[in-house]
Structures are given as structure tokens and as C-alpha cells.
């Protein structure tokens, strides 16, 4: 196991993702410690999702290890999936269910408690005030996808995987969620992030990689 | 470990109570199956009383196994099951809550509508009660072992026939024991031995059919 | 992984076991020709004529070796999908998808040699024997397989879906086998006993253990030729194979 601060916490270690017979990348190494941002920029089909879900460890990489503080993700599973949040193309609430319900039940399986009060404050933070005890069907795309990221609130992960979390978001929204990723790494946690609208995401600690750029 | 099992229970019980019409999709298929067997066979009591446990332990399994075709899809789709394998809870142990709800929602009606049925086919007393018996504990290792099967076919074409192809067969020994059980008592060998296999059964598939499931759920969602 | 083991693992790459399959396939494909017809010989000509069957009874060197060679290939598969899942290796997996047509077919052809046995014997085409019946349900987890296979575009996804299922299956067989049993002994009544074969001459025993290896060896080659294609199939866009040359192919 790896100390010290200077260690980075998340290793990527020539890393090689495939989808099919096409190589998305290979041999890709990088690290993030906390207080990182990392912005990952690359065309379509570059390959940033799969390479978010490989981090997320819902993907088994072709070849080459993710470790987390020196070990392998697959070894460790629920033990790094304790510190993980991961925000996908889709939103992962139930429409059945009322925001409040879903922000719950999240809570639960991440391994804390929500109480119903608590969950009411995060999702007014959010900016769902009067829509909290609707069923998520009736709400628009946007709202919904503010349902999902007031995950990021009420959670306490050190790592943030987020893909596109500005897609169907107006402004008001983007700008809340730009600062609570800035807080987020200003207190010590890594978020890595992929847009691919110009959302101005330059922070003191932001590092840019770009795919897709020697692979065509 | 008890919380986020109940939870998940909660969760899915609750979203079945808020679209009760799916619930009674399975149980009407179940009954008009059985219902269907006379009209092939014809209305002799003695030989309907003879083949009743093996049509109705047969529409039991054809019903279990297509209500299980919906367990983990619509999680599949709305992103809900990807961050259950995301979370710090054994990817099993939610898998047995989410089978759990299933059987509930979906099994026990089964149960429940089986003695009305064995009306049907004039079943005694004491045979309907092992009848319920045998179901009560066979339904549960049918909804295990068939979750195996949605978990791998999830998200392919042609997914209810596929799912049907694998389960199937896995279903035999539940349906050779359960079938079996109420036919030895109708024949008054006893059930005993046949629901204590039965019982045996669910035990094993308790145990082991939650990490294969679990497995196949990493699989489907890579 | 530790170092001690890549040696180990060298021939777990489909680059270097590819020509190495060639290889075995033809050693034994010349073994299975040999045997099969030093054993089909005797089966018709050297075995003694079975003084309660008669002739008919002949079909049990075909019948007996493919009912073996069905269940041991699916254990072996079984064996495969769990080194694939735990090691992940590739080749692992392409061995499994490579024996699973030849084990549906030693299955069928158990099924259908106890079909055309049954009906001299028996004077019925099918019976609800315990090991007839279990046979049929082998060949259905065999059609399982390969229809979860064929049924998922993505080919490593499809390696460790039907890996899992084939661990599923190994584990319930000997549980549908206890059933099928179990289940026939009640219903003794309405079926008829097969297994009549205590008394076994010497020279049908070793007539069916000749047979039994040579349907090995023809497992082995066959298996060993389609994992070829399925290597090409899958690697077609790697370097090694556009590399190969025709005479390699």
C-alpha cells in the first residue's frame, strides 16, 4: 500500500479498453490524487464513457490495473465502491418513486443514513423545492437529472465520476453544479469529469486529458 | 447487511403497489393455463384428478418464469441497477432482496390461487393443503433459480425465449419433487420425503443461486 | 498475476496456441480414424452375438462411449468457463464455445442409438427411462449454451454470461440426474429397466473402451479445429493474424 500525500490515490496503469473488435484505447496510464479535478475531453466514441466505467469498475478493462491506494479495484470491489460515486448517461432513479424515496433508498445502499429531513434540505439545495414528493416520471428531463446529482449532496464519497452531468441542465444549474464539484475538490476530493460542451471547468487544480488523439 | 436487504424489499414492493395491473398480468396467465388443460383433455374427473398437480405445478412454473423476465429490466434501463453493483452492499445480498420482492409480488398470488384451482380438477383436502405446501416452498427456488437466467439474458433480443431455453431445464428437479409431493399423497404414499428434497432444494439455491446471479449482473451491466 | 505462473499461461494466448492446435488436431484426427475403425471392427465382427439381444444389441459401442463422451464434455466445458472466469483468459472460453457442437452431437447421438435400440427391444421408439430422460435434458443445457452464445454480439461478454450459465449447469446436473431417478422409480410401473448388462464378455469391454477413446481422440481434433476459427474469428483484427500467411491459415 501506498503513503504518504505526495501518493496518488486512483493509479491508472496502462490501461486498455476494447468495445467489440475496435480499440477504444490503450496503455494509458495517469493518476489523481485528492484535491484533483480531472476534465476528460475527446470526441464522440473516443471512448470517455468506457473509460469512466472502467474507473467505476462496472468494466473489465482489456488489459492493464485501476488501483486504489495500491490495490486493484476488482480485488477490493464494495470496499472502493465505499468511496465511489459514479453519475452515468442514465439518470438511476426510479420513476415510481418520488424524489424523496430515491434519494433514500441511494443513501441506504451507499451505507448511511438519510433522513427525511435531511433529504428534503438537499433537494431544496438542488433547486427541486415543491417537487420533492412528485413521482420522478412527472418531472422534466432536467429535474430529473437534478434528482441524480443530488446524490452528490447528501453524499460523502471522496470520488466523483461524473459523465456529461451537465447534459439537459439550464444555466442556473450548471453554474450550482460547477460549484459544488469546485467545493468538492477544494475540500480534498478528486472528481473526474466529461463534457463535451465548453463548460468552463478551469479550476486551480483541473488537468485535462484528452482521448482518442493518437488512436484513429 | 439487514438494512439495505429490507430496504430493497421496501423499494420494490412499494413501486409493484404503485403499478398493481402487472401483478395480475402473471396470475391470470397461471390461471387461464390450468383452466386450459381440461378443454384439451376433457372433463373425465378421475383422470383430471390424476394429472392435477403436474398442470397445476406446470402453469406455476411457466408464470414464475414469466414474471421473472421483468426482474432486473426496467432496473436495467432507468440506470438503477448499475448503481446497485456501485455500492458498498454485497451485489447478492441485494439480489435476494430483489428476488424476495419478486416473490412476493408475483409468487405468492400463485400460491394463493392454487387451491381455488385444484377445485378445478377436485382435489380432497389434504392433497390441496400439500399442494400449497409444495408450493409454498418451490416458487421461491423457481424465482432464485430463474433470476440466474434473466440476469445473463438481460437486455438481448429475443430474451423471453432465451430465458425460457436456460431455465427451463433448471426448473425439472423443483418440478419432479413439487409435482411429486402431491401426487404421492393423493396416491396416500405420503409427501414427506418429496418436500423435504424440496426443501433442500431452496436451501441450495439460497445459497448459491444469489452469487451466480450477482455474477451475471456484473456481466450484463459491462 | 505472479511471475511464476506466465510461463504457465504461455500457451493460454491464442497467438501461441494456435499453431499448436494444428498440431494436436492432426495427431488426433490419424488417432480417432485408427481407433473408430479397429472398433466399429470388432463391435461388428469380433464381439459375440448377445445370446438375449441378439445382433441388435450391437449399437451399445456406438450408444454407451457417445453417452459418456456427452456428459464428460460438458463437465470439461464446465472446467473451462471456470478457468475463463477466474483468470480471465480468452482462451480459456474459446475452448468451451469450440466443444459445445460435439457435445450436443455425442448427446443426439446417445438419444437417437437408444431410439433405434429401443424399438427392437422394447418395441417402442421412447421410453421415460432415468437416463434416457436425463440424456435429454443434457442435450437441452447443451442448446442453452449455445444459444445464450450465439444470442450475445459482444464476444467477451458472451464468454463470461455463458460461463456462468455452464457453472450453473454443472452444478444441477447431478441434481437433475437424482431427480430423474428418483422420479422414475416411482413411475417403475410404466416404464421398462435397461440396464441389463451385468454380464459384460471381455471383448465387449474392451471393443467399447477402443470405442470410447477413439470418440476422445475425434472430441480432441474436432474441438481443436474449431477453436482454430474461432481464434481467426475473434483475433481477426490483431496483428499476429493478418500477419499469418496463407500455408499458415
Not at chain 1, 135 to 162: C, D, E, F
Not at chain 3, 29 to 46: D, E, K, N, R
Not at chain 3, 108 to 126: N, V
Request: net charge neutral.
Amino acid at each position: 500500500m501506498s503513503t504518504g500525500t505526495a501518493a496518488p490515490a486512483l493509479q491508472i496503469d496502462t490501461l486498455s479498453c476494447a468495445r467489440g473488435d475496435r480499440v477504444l484505447f490503450r496503455d494509458l496510464s495517469f493518476a489523481i490524487a485528492g484535491g484533483e479535478l480531472l476534465h476528460l475531453k475527446g470526441r464522440n466514441g473516443s471512448g470517455k464513457t468506457t473509460l469512466l466505467r472502467a474507473l467505476a469498475g462496472l468494466l473489465l478493462p482489456e488489459s492493464g490495473e485501476i488501483r486504489w491506494q495500491g490495490e486493484n479495484i476488482r480485488a477490493l470491489r464494495e470496499e472502493y465502491a465505499r468511496h465511489l460515486l459514479y453519475l452515468g448517461h442514465l439518470n438511476g432513479i426510479k420513476g415510481d418513486l418520488t424524489a424523496v424515496e430515491n434519494l433514500r433508498i441511494a443513501a441506504v445502499l451507499d451505507g448511511f443514513e438519510l433522513d427525511e429531513t435531511r433529504a428534503w434540505a438537499v433537494l431544496d439545495e438542488i433547486g427541486l423545492r415543491g417537487h420533492e414528493d412528485l413521482p420522478t416520471k412527472h418531472l422534466s428531463q432536467g429535474q430529473k437529472r437534478r434528482v441524480a446529482l443530488a446524490r452528490l449532496l447528501a453524499n460523502r464519497a471522496s470520488i466523483w465520476i461524473l459523465d456529461e452531468p451537465f447534459t439537459a441542465l439550464d444555466v442556473a444549474a450548471v453554474q450550482l453544479l460547477q460549484d459544488v464539484i469546485h467545493r468538492h475538490v477544494a475540500d480534498g476530493g478528486m472528481a473526474i469529469v466529461t463534457t463535451h460542451q465548453e463548460v468552463a471547468m478551469i479550476g486551480a487544480h483541473t488537468r485535462t486529458i484528452e482521448l482518442g488523439r493518437r488512436h484513429v | 447487511m439487514f438494512k439495505p436487504l429490507f430496504w430493497v424489499i421496501r423499494r420494490d414492493l412499494t413501486i409493484a403497489m404503485r403499478r398493481r395491473s402487472d401483478v395480475f398480468t402473471t396470475l391470470i396467465f397461471f390461471v387461464i393455463v390450468v383452466s386450459l388443460f381440461p378443454l384439451g383433455i376433457g372433463p373425465e374427473p378421475n383422470t383430471l384428478r390424476q394429472i392435477a398437480p403436474g398442470i397445476v405445478w406446470v402453469g406455476a412454473l411457466l408464470a414464475s418464469m414469466l414474471a421473472l423476465e421483468q426482474i432486473f429490466s426496467a432496473d436495467h434501463r432507468d440506470g438503477t441497477l448499475e448503481q446497485m453493483l456501485l455500492t458498498p452492499q454485497p451485489v447478492s445480498v441485494l439480489v435476494v432482496g430483489k428476488v424476495l420482492a419478486h416473490w412476493l409480488v408475483s409468487g405468492v398470488p400463485l400460491v394463493v390461487m392454487a387451491p381455488i384451482l385444484g377445485l378445478q380438477y377436485d382435489l380432497s383436502v389434504d392433497v390441496q393443503l400439500i399442494l400449497v405446501a409444495s408450493l409454498l416452498l418451490g416458487t421461491p427456488a423457481l424465482s432464485l433459480i430463474g433470476a440466474i437466467g434473466a440476469a445473463l439474458t438481460l437486455g438481448l433480443r429475443s430474451g423471453g425465449v432465451l430465458l425460457a431455453l436456460l431455465v427451463l431445464p433448471l426448473y425439472i428437479p423443483v418440478l419432479i419433487f413439487g409435482a411429486g409431493a402431491v401426487e404421492a399423497t393423493a396416491s396416500g404414499l405420503g409427501g414427506q420425503a418429496h418436500l423435504s428434497m424440496l426443501a433442500a432444494i431452496l436451501v441450495g439455491s439460497m445459497v448459491l443461486a444469489p452469487l451466480a446471479t450477482a455474477a451475471a449482473l456484473r456481466v450484463a451491466e459491462d | 498475476m505472479s511471475s511464476r505462473l506466465i510461463n504457465w499461461f504461455k500457451f493460454s494466448s491464442p497467438a501461441s496456441f494456435y499453431p499448436l492446435a494444428r498440431k494436436i488436431s492432426v495427431v488426433s484426427t490419424v488417432i480417432a480414424v485408427v481407433l473408430i475403425v479397429i472398433g466399429l471392427y470388432m463391435s461388428f465382427f469380433v464381439a459375440p452375438t448377445d445370446y438375449k439381444q441378439g445382433e441388435g444389441y450391437r449399437i451399445i459401442f456406438v450408444h454407451v462411449p457417445a453417452s459418456w463422451m456427452s456428459m464428460f464434455i460438458y463437465v470439461v466445458m464446465a472446467g473451462w468457463a471456470a478457468l475463463g472466469l477466474v483468470f480471465n483468459t480468452r482462451l480459456s472460453a474459446m475452448m468451451a464455445q469450440a466443444l459445445a457442437p460435439t457435445g450436443a452431437m455425442f448427446a443426439f447421438i446417445s438419444l437417437w442409438t437408444g431410439s433405434f435400440w429401443g424399438k427392437p427391444m422394447w418395441g417402442t421408439w421412447w421410453v421415460w427411462d432415468a437416463r434416457i430422460t436425463s440424456e435429454l435434458i443434457l442435450l437441452f443445457l447443451y442448446l442453452g449454451y449455445m444459444a445464450l452464445r450465439a444470442a450475445i454480439d459482444d464476444p467477451r461478454r458472451g464468454d463470461r454470461a455463458s460461463g456462468i450459465l455452464l457453472l450453473v449447469g454443472v452444478v444441477n446436473v447431478p441434481i437433475i440426474y437424482y431427480s430423474v431417478k428418483w422420479w422414475n422409480t416411482l413411475h417403475q410401473g410404466s416404464t421398462i429397466k435397461m440396464n441389463n448388462q451385468t454380464t459384460m464378455d471381455e471383448t465387449m469391454l474392451i471393443t467399447m473402451l477402443i470405442m470410447t477413446l477413439g470418440f476422445w481422440a475425434y472430441a480432441i481434433a474436432v474441438a481443436m479445429a474449431r477453436v482454430r476459427t474461432v481464434i481467426l474469428e475473434r483475433e481477426r483484427s490483431s496483428t499476429w493474424v493478418r500477419g499469418l500467411t496463407a500455408a499458415e491459415i
